[in-house]
């Protein structure tokens, strides 16, 4: 019995070993959705943003070659399962639902959920006042999730690029938009600002993680590296250079 943990331990290694090894000679694809301002987005002829950069020097690290792959966030996991990609960074939100399906990486931001409505409005302002209402979110997302448990909306109208949400609200076609708080914040404070406005407090308690199949040899790698990110200072440098502040304490 011993003699056959040990040679399943063996197997196991060098399964991993292999893994890894094929990571490093090949373009790994790592797909995103880059309407994720201000953690993936395209900029002239260029992807940026928070998560951009942290995969850049996570895979410099590793001497990791990739391509990033831009698709909808609700074709993310779909991808992964089919393994048509190897990673999916896009502020992922870590659930119980999706670890079932997918592999994550151990949380790198503590995110939550946001509301916003019009400058003008004055009939919303706090979650609470979201009941009874149209709300504009994204599909596929832990968003619509969380509406369907707390809230008891007029309709949830779906979109699948956040950008439509955030356009509907402004022409005036939804009452509320919801979403990751960090991608209303920056929308509030850059293309939404003096046309709508923060509602409410926001949901927190949400963390991101980096999406991998099930099964990956990436993913005990990758959480190394995003522990010794922020041991070395970068991720520091990375979330100053984006959020503007010091990351907060863990």
């Known amino acids: 019995m011993i003699r056959r943990v040990f040679f399943l331990s063996i197997v196991a290694a060098a399964l991993l ?17 880059t309407s994720f301002m201000p953690f993936e987005f395209k900029k002239g002829d260029k ?37 048509n990609i190897d990673v999916a960074l ?3 939100t870590i659930t119980a639902e999706r670890k079932k399906v997918i592999d994550f990486s151990e949380p790198y931001y503590d995110s939550g959920l946001a509301a916003m409505v019009r400058v003008g409005n004055t009939s919303i302002k706090s979650m609470d006042d979201l009941n009874g209402k149209v709300i504009a979110a994204k599909t596929g997302t832990a968003t619509i999730d969380w ?13 699948p690029n956040i950008d439509n949400a955030y356009l509907a609200l402004e022409a005036g076609r939804v009452d509320a938009a919801m ?3 960090p991608n209303v914040l920056y929308f509030v404070n850059t293309a939404g600002k003096g046309k709508v406005k923060m509602a409410g407090t926001p949901v927190t308690g949400d963390h991101y ?14 959480n190394k590296e995003i522990d010794k990110l922020k ?19 863990q």
């Open 17 to 33: 070993g292999s893994g890894v090894a094929q990571a490093e000679s090949r373009v790994l694809i790592v797909g995103t959705d």
């Open 47 to 83: 992807y940026v943003g928070f998560d951009i950069d942290m995969w850049a020097q996570i895979a410099k690290d590793q001497g990791w070659k990739y391509q990033l792959q831009p698709m909808d966030f609700s074709g993310l996991i779909p991808a992964l399962q089919t393994r």
């Open 90 to 92: 896009s502020g992922m």
């Open 147 to 159: 509406i369907k448990a707390h809230l008891k909306p007029k309709e949830i109208r779906e979109f």
């Open 179 to 181: 979403h990751d708080t």
């Open 209 to 222: 993680g980096i999406g991998f199949p099930k099964g990956s040899p990436l993913v005990p790698i990758v």
């Open 231 to 249: 041991a070395d200072g970068r991720y520091a440098t990375i979330y100053k250079k984006w959020f503007g502040s010091e990351p907060p304490k």
